[in-house]
């Protein structure tokens, strides 16, 4: 070591001293053991963990458990806080490694992952499985709302396994149905919701236990331990024996299982997945039926035909007509042609029926709650960003007598092991290509024959068994068989009574067959196997079911199903088929594994059954996992990781490395003296090759680790003797760290003006990249400037900030943005009445404008709709003229036409005529048609000359009138009259009629004095103010 100069180069002498040490706990990971070739050393490292309680192992990232049958102290809330977050490899084997670290590959990848649990029943899938969910359920972020989904996800795990599982003669917690789980993950990594896909649940059992087995825990519970009230509501009594569906196992007891107990958390469980009253009692409904069914005995006639002596039971059966249901279960109907036939049924044939129409309710009502579980999982937060799925299936079962269910299931194990050997190879080869080392090919037994043998189209045994269940005539079990041997005859994996050799014929039967599975030979019994497979509910049994009361009974037995003539999928095409679409799930999913191994067969705490254990290391491929794995290399780590750890065992690298971390690992490597054949690098990773290797560097790290701890404690002995000088060093390194930051800075402002000032001198040229950065400030800071000074009216045309250059466009785009957004508001204010006025001033303005000196000045003057009001008008006058609709009145000075008097009179513009009048009397009345048109001056004064056509003698000559309010009473004018074109607005003198053929005339002038007086040369003298625009 560098740092003591002992010597690390020792290595086989480390070794020995090392491994003894580690050889007390056995070795953490196979894929360090260097005598990987031998089973004996496998089995020999597995003994040696599993009887010091240490149950698991790594293969690499596979996770190896053997099944301690008793409950260990490591899956407590300490354990896993230990685990989270912290990498692989550094901590003790364990099923929260696995979780963790898949759950943060998930996080880190954004992929989805599974974890594929599998090994024979009994080994511990579930348990593992329920493990992998409490670690996410504490481990992962949550909130109240993800705290529900959850609290869900843990509970449907007592509600399924309720109805799913049952105490076989392997497991007294069997899962008779195959669970495969995602746990989906939003991008925070927050677990917000779930999906349960189940697979073939094992309806057989319902109706039919093999000696030492039991139905499905969830009937014992509710008998156990159902309250009286709910007991008596669906007609059930206390006793288990009383039920002919419980007793055929003759073990309703059984020590591990406590049914009174489980039957409160079922029930609490049942609550927490939101299920209400309702569906409880429904649900509890169904189990009783099903019992009460079981129930169900028949008697033969003299025919043979069945009877029923008593409807008792049938009167709980799911609200039911008891006669309806009486006739169903004795009686078949047959559609002859377009009548129907009753046809009653032997006493077997009444049995049978009965039995399917037990197992199809119990099979529907399971596929019902699954459902049910999966709404009440459902993401209602967010995004579902990955998943973890979780694959815990029945696992490969053999018992004394086996039939069509282990059939399916040790298919279905068979499918998975497939699925294994195709993914760990395929995944160590794309490995070794990702990271550029070449693969060396291992040799491993390939399950895929077995599996063509059961699946294969047309030829597979599930085919053969189709074709026989559909085929018309008189199939049964043993033409199945014959059929079976004229097709799989020679096949290696496949043997019966009739094509076994003598010593082998000893073991069988002649209705049996024999598979030898990837994980052993499995004799099944054809019995059964063409019934199980049709599955067959008789069409009126259905129709009856349609009538019932049950809400989840009419969900179950949906009217639409009778409808289609196409005959259903069989049950083990069904499977097969359900199979293949968990394969391609899983395929898109990166996989993890947790291999699960049964210690002992008879539930043993402790006991480690060297012959079984061997025997499943055999089939479930672990030995040649292993030496794929150890396909040349037993270790590889990403260079970071490597590096991080083994740092201190080189100068170079010690404490850090600054350069790639691959150099850091090479410098290191060459430091440590490794073989050139010990080692490859990859692009990420370094492969070593032999686990020795990898020993000899460890125990290295651990002589300089404790060297380092040495001479920190020998450094702090000498503090005090430095302390002065360190501290003095200190502030110094401080200091010297402050000025490099300062200087920094500096520099960075010096640039930065720098850069500015050369943007300014350059501003008015085309785009630079000199120039860009201070157009972008000048554009930005002239926008900010102008959004705090932007005209606040219409009529406001000077407040516009000017634009520099660069933004002289676009201050005119937005100027008349602007303007068209006032205007837009200004007329969206504007009220009917000011509209009406408005619409008067343009007529005003269109006279007016450019014209009249004093027009200006009333623009902003608001005009009214009359200046006298109705009352003030005299009473004779109004009686008169009423008629005609007064439509504006206004005070005028009247000058006479002779002696230029001015009189006050009122000028009164109605529908038809415009009037002068005076007090009571009405001194003139002008009708529209004998008005010429108004005259007046351009100058500032207020008078208006209106023109009379004289064509009647009677006719008074012109008016000559001064008005305050002149514009607003010349436009009404214009426009009640429609006189707009004949307002004259004139210079200097006007004409008027005094009389027929006699003129007069007024002189308009601008003076220091507004005056109206008679002038010598006879006419009107009209001065008018001076207007200072003018
Ligand atoms: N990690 C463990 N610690 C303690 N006991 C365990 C553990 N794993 C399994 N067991 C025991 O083994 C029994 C069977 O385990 P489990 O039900 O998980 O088997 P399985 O592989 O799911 O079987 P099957 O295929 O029949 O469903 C459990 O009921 C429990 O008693
Ligand atoms: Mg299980």
């Known amino acids: 070591c560098w740092l003591c100069n002992k010597p690390v180069g020792n290595i086989s002498g480390i070794m020995k001293t090392s491994l003894i040490a580690r050889d007390r706990v056995g070795i953490q990971d196979f894929v360090l053991l260097d005598a990987h070739n031998s089973e004996t050393a496998f089995l020999d490292n597995l003994k040696k963990r599993f009887t010091e309680d240490l149950i698991y192992t790594y293969i690499g990232t596979l996770l190896i458990s053997v099944n301690p049958y008793k409950e260990l102290d490591i899956y407590t809330k300490k354990q896993m806080d230990l685990y989270m977050g912290v990498n692989f490899f550094e901590l003790p084997p364990h099923i929260y490694a696995l979780a963790d670290n898949v759950y943060h590959t998930m996080l880190s990848e954004a992929n989805n992952n599974f974890i594929l649990i599998s090994g024979e029943s009994g080994a511990g899938k579930t348990e593992a499985s329920k493990k992998i969910l409490q670690y996410y359920a504490v481990s992962c972020p949550s909130s109240t709302l993800l705290d529900t989904v959850r609290d869900r996800m843990l509970m449907s795990n007592p509600v399924l396994e309720a109805f799913g599982n049952a105490k076989t003669m ?81 073990c309703s007891n059984v020590s591990s299982i406590n049914d009174k107990n489980d039957w409160k958390t079922v029930k609490n469980a049942l609550s927490v997945i939101d299920f209400d009253a309702n569906d409880i009692e429904h649900l509890f409904g169904i189990i009783a039926s099903v019992l009460h069914l079981g129930n169900v005995h028949f008697d033969g006639d003299t025919k043979g035909y069945a009877t029923l002596n ?72 967010s995004k579902i960003s990955t998943v973890i799925g979780l694959l815990d299936i029945y696992g490969f079962e053999v018992f004394s007598v086996n039939s069509f269910e282990q059939f399916c299931i040790n298919y279905c194990n068979e499918k998975l092991q497939q699925l294994f050997i195709q993914l760990t190879l395929k995944a160590e080869q794309e490995e070794y290509e990702a990271e550029g080392i070449g693969w060396e090919p291992v040799q491993f037994f390939n399950n895929k024959i077995i599996c063509d043998l059961v699946e294969e189209k047309h030829r597979g045994i599930i085919s053969v068994l189709d074709e026989e269940c559909m085929r018309p005539g008189d199939a049964t079990d043993l033409t199945f068989l014959d059929k079976l041997e004229e097709k799989m005859g020679n096949h290696p994996h496949f043997v019966t009574y009739k094509l076994a050799d003598k010593k082998t014929r000893k073991s069988l039967e002649r209705g049996d067959f024999r598979l030898l599975h990837y994980a052993g030979e499995v004799t099944y019994c054809v019995v059964g196997f063409i019934d199980k497979n049709n599955d067959l509910l008789y069409k009126n049994i259905k129709d009856v079911m349609r009538l019932s009361k049950n809400p989840i009974i009419q969900q179950c037995f949906p009217a639409t199903e009778g409808d289609s003539r196409r005959r259903p999928e069989t049950v083990a095409t069904q499977f097969k088929n359900s199979l293949l679409r968990l394969t391609e799930i899983l395929t898109a999913k990166e996989a993890w594994y947790v291999r699960c191994l049964k210690s002992n067969d008879n539930k043993q705490p402790g006991k480690f059954d060297e012959v079984l254990v061997r025997h499943q290391v055999k089939y479930l491929g672990l030995m040649e996992h292993l030496r794929v794995r150890r396909a040349g290399f037993a270790y590889r780590r990403r260079y970071e990781v490597f590096l991080k750890r083994y740092k201190a065992l080189c100068p170079a690298t010690w404490p850090h490395w600054k350069g790639v971390p691959s150099d ?144 002289t466009e676009t201050s005119e785009i937005l100027r008349q943005l602007h303007t068209r957004m006032m205007v837009r ?143 607003e009473a010349l436009t009404k004018l214009a426009m009640i009259a429609n006189k707009q074109n004949n307002i004259k607005v004139v210079q200097g003198s006007i004409k008027f009629e005094i009389q027929a053929g006699k003129e007069g005339g007024v002189d308009f002038s601008v003076g220091q004095e507004p005056m109206i007086y008679k002038g010598k040369n006879g006419h009107l003298m009209v001065v008018a103010p001076r207007i200072k625009s003018r």
């Open 664 to 807: 850091g690992v090479e410098k290191l490597v060459q430091h440590l003296g490794y073989q050139p054949d010990e080692y490859k690098m990859g692009k990420t990773k370094i492969f070593i090759r032999y686990a020795r290797t990898l020993f000899a560097t460890e125990d290295a790290f651990e002589i300089c680790k404790h060297e380092l701890g040495k001479q920190k404690r020998t450094q702090k002995r000498h503090f005090n003797f430095f302390s002065y000088i360190i501290t003095t060093k200190i502030e110094t390194c401080w200091r010297g760290v402050q000025a490099r930051k300062e200087r920094d800075r500096r520099a960075w402002a010096v640039k930065i003006i720098k850069q500015f000032i050369k943007g300014y001198i350059t501003r008015r040229e085309a785009k630079t990249t000199d120039n860009s950065e201070y157009l972008a400030f000048v554009r930005q800071s002239y926008l900010n400037r102008l959004k705090d000074n932007l005209p606040k009216t219409v009529l406001d045309k000077t407040t516009w900030l000017t634009p520099p250059p660069v933004m």
């Open 310 to 381: 008593t409807n008792a039971a049938l009167r709980w059966l799911l609200g039911i007509h008891v006669q309806v249901l009486h006739e169903a279960l004795t009686f078949r109907k047959i559609e002859a042609k377009s009548e129907e036939v009753l046809s009653p049924f032997t006493v077997d044939h009444a049995i049978y029926a009965r039995d399917a129409l037990a197992k199809a309710i119990y099979g529907r009502a399971f596929t019902w709650l699954v459902n049910r579980i999966n709404e009440s999982l459902e993401n209602k937060v």
């Open 825 to 967: 508001k200004y007329v969206r204010g504007i009220t009917p009445q000011k509209k009406a006025q408005l619409q008067q001033k343009v007529v005003t303005s269109g006279i007016f404008k450019g014209k009249k000196d004093s027009y200006p000045s009333s623009i902003a003057v608001p005009f009214v709709d009359t200046r006298i009001n109705e009352q003030d008008i005299n009473m004779r006058v109004l009686q008169t003229i009423r008629h005609e609709r007064i439509k504006y009145s206004v005070p005028v000075v009247k000058y006479d036409r002779n002696g230029f008097k001015p009189r006050p009179r009122q000028l009164i513009l109605t529908q038809a005529a415009v009037y002068l009048v005076e007090e009571a009397k009405i001194k003139q009345r002008v009708d529209y048609v004998s008005l010429k048109g108004a005259s007046l001056s351009n100058l500032g004064d207020s008078v208006m000359i209106l023109h009379v056509a004289l064509n009647d003698p009677k006719q008074k000559g012109d008016m000559i009138l001064q008005c305050d309010h002149l514009f």
């Open 170 to 250: 392997k497991n007294d917690n069997s899962s008779r149905f195959g669970k495969y789980m995602d746990i989906q993950f939003d991008c925070q990594g927050d677990a917000v919701g779930g999906h349960i896909l189940s697979y073939l649940l094992e309806k057989s059992r319902v109706v039919h236990q093999n000696h030492g087995e039991r139905n499905f825990h969830i009937f014992y519970q509710l008998v156990e331990g159902g309250e009286e009230d709910l007991l008596r509501h669906l007609g059930l009594e206390k006793d288990t024996k009383r039920y002919s569906y419980l007793v055929q196992g003759e």
